[in-house]
């Protein structure tokens, strides 16, 4: 940052104003594929718009125009937001999705410097050097009327239902309730008549595009089982990431035998602790097993983690597959690690159809 003459504040760089117009900069870089005497809102507006709309958290566009239309309010909106006109609902839609969204992907980034600039990441240090990611699925919009090309699909009992997914990557730590999200990566049909996209491999693409975005950042990723696969364990090794990763019985039913095999013959380390209220934390774990049964498949590490109540009922069962060696040390950070995932796992889901514009529901 610097000490001399004119060197900005980090408080400065992360307020309002200063997110804002790195906001308002990366909008001006997407090219305007409109022609310019069809054109009634600039592409700035659109976007700030739908910014605006999803900040103030307004039920519906309609009541978000009235009150831009409102003398004061519209003062508001154009000092706060820069925005001078506001288009209409299907104008807006229409804007955005025919635009590309990959630049706004920098806002992310820019944002992540900053708080890297002004030592803020320091407080999210796990295990010493490394930065928690955590990966997971989530819906932002679902309906069984609107739907484009590009949405995913399900049908149930003759009833097709239209819906978008995104991959979230957002780092966290234990201790702390505020977490940091980086781009997204979106999950959607692009080529009609081929296969469905799925979460598995907007996360394989996600995963590449992370580390070109932080090439420096030391990562572990924590995903459920869904993850916790042969393919993507590689592509994690290939990217120089570690992994903390959701394993359950029925989608891993060769490791999970093996454990049992190796929890009959004594073979597992173990690791008790109780709570002043009589909750007892009890640890399992092993080194250097295979995850699947193959020959060539990947070897891990692995933790089994419950929580038994005073009475002695049982309040929490999981369990993981790591790269990280486990020892008696680390092994209660590492859980805690694994079970940092629901810090993006239970947030709200947005896919109410009403505001079906503004992050590119439909493009």
């Not at 597992?268 to 097993?289: F, M, P, Q």
Request: charged share 30%; glycine share 8%.
């Amino acid at each position: 940052m610097g000490s001399g003459r004119g060197a900005i504040h980090p408080k400065t760089q992360l307020s309002f104003r200063a997110l804002r117009d790195v906001l308002s900069h990366q909008i001006h870089t997407i090219a305007d594929s409109r022609q310019p005497s069809k054109t009634a809102y600039s592409l700035h507006d659109s976007y700030m718009s739908g910014f605006a709309l999803f900040f103030l958290q307004d039920p519906s566009l309609l009541e978000f125009q009235r009150r831009f239309h409102e003398r004061l309010q519209r003062n508001n909106l154009s000092t706060v937001f820069g925005i001078k006109d506001i288009p209409g609902d299907s104008q807006l839609r229409d804007v955005i999705d025919e635009h590309d969204y990959e630049p706004l992907n920098e806002v992310f980034g820019e944002y992540f410097r900053r708080l890297q600039r002004g030592k803020h990441l320091e407080a999210y240090r796990y295990l010493g050097k490394y930065y928690l990611v955590t990966i997971d699925g989530t819906e932002y919009f679902g309906s069984e009327k609107i739907h484009c090309e590009g949405c995913l699909r399900s049908e149930k009992k003759g009833v097709v239902r239209y819906f978008h997914h995104i991959v979230q990557a957002t780092v966290v730590h234990p201790g702390k309730r505020q977490v940091i999200p980086l781009a997204p990566e979106f999950i959607r049909n692009t080529e009609r008549g081929a296969t469905q996209d799925c979460e598995i491999n907007a996360g394989k693409r996600l995963i590449p595009k992370l580390r070109a975005a932080h090439r420096q950042l030391p990562m572990v990723v924590v995903g459920d089982s869904l993850y916790s696969k042969d393919p993507f364990i590689r592509l994690l090794k290939k990217e120089g990431m570690r992994f903390i990763l959701g394993v359950k019985p029925k989608d891993h039913k060769s490791l999970t035998e093996d454990i049992e095999g190796l929890r009959r013959g004594g073979l597992l380390e173990k690791y008790e602790w109780k709570d002043t209220k009589g909750s007892r934390y009890c640890y399992e774990w092993v080194n250097a097993v295979p995850l699947n049964g193959h020959l060539k498949g990947e070897v891990v590490n692995y933790i089994e983690f419950r929580i038994l109540n005073a009475e002695g009922e049982q309040t929490y069962h999981n369990s993981w597959a790591t790269d990280i060696e486990v020892n008696v040390e680390n092994v209660k950070d590492l859980v805690k690690g694994g079970r940092a995932r629901w810090k993006i796992e239970s947030a709200p889901q947005a896919h109410r159809e009403e505001v079906h514009y503004g992050l590119k529901l439909c493009a």
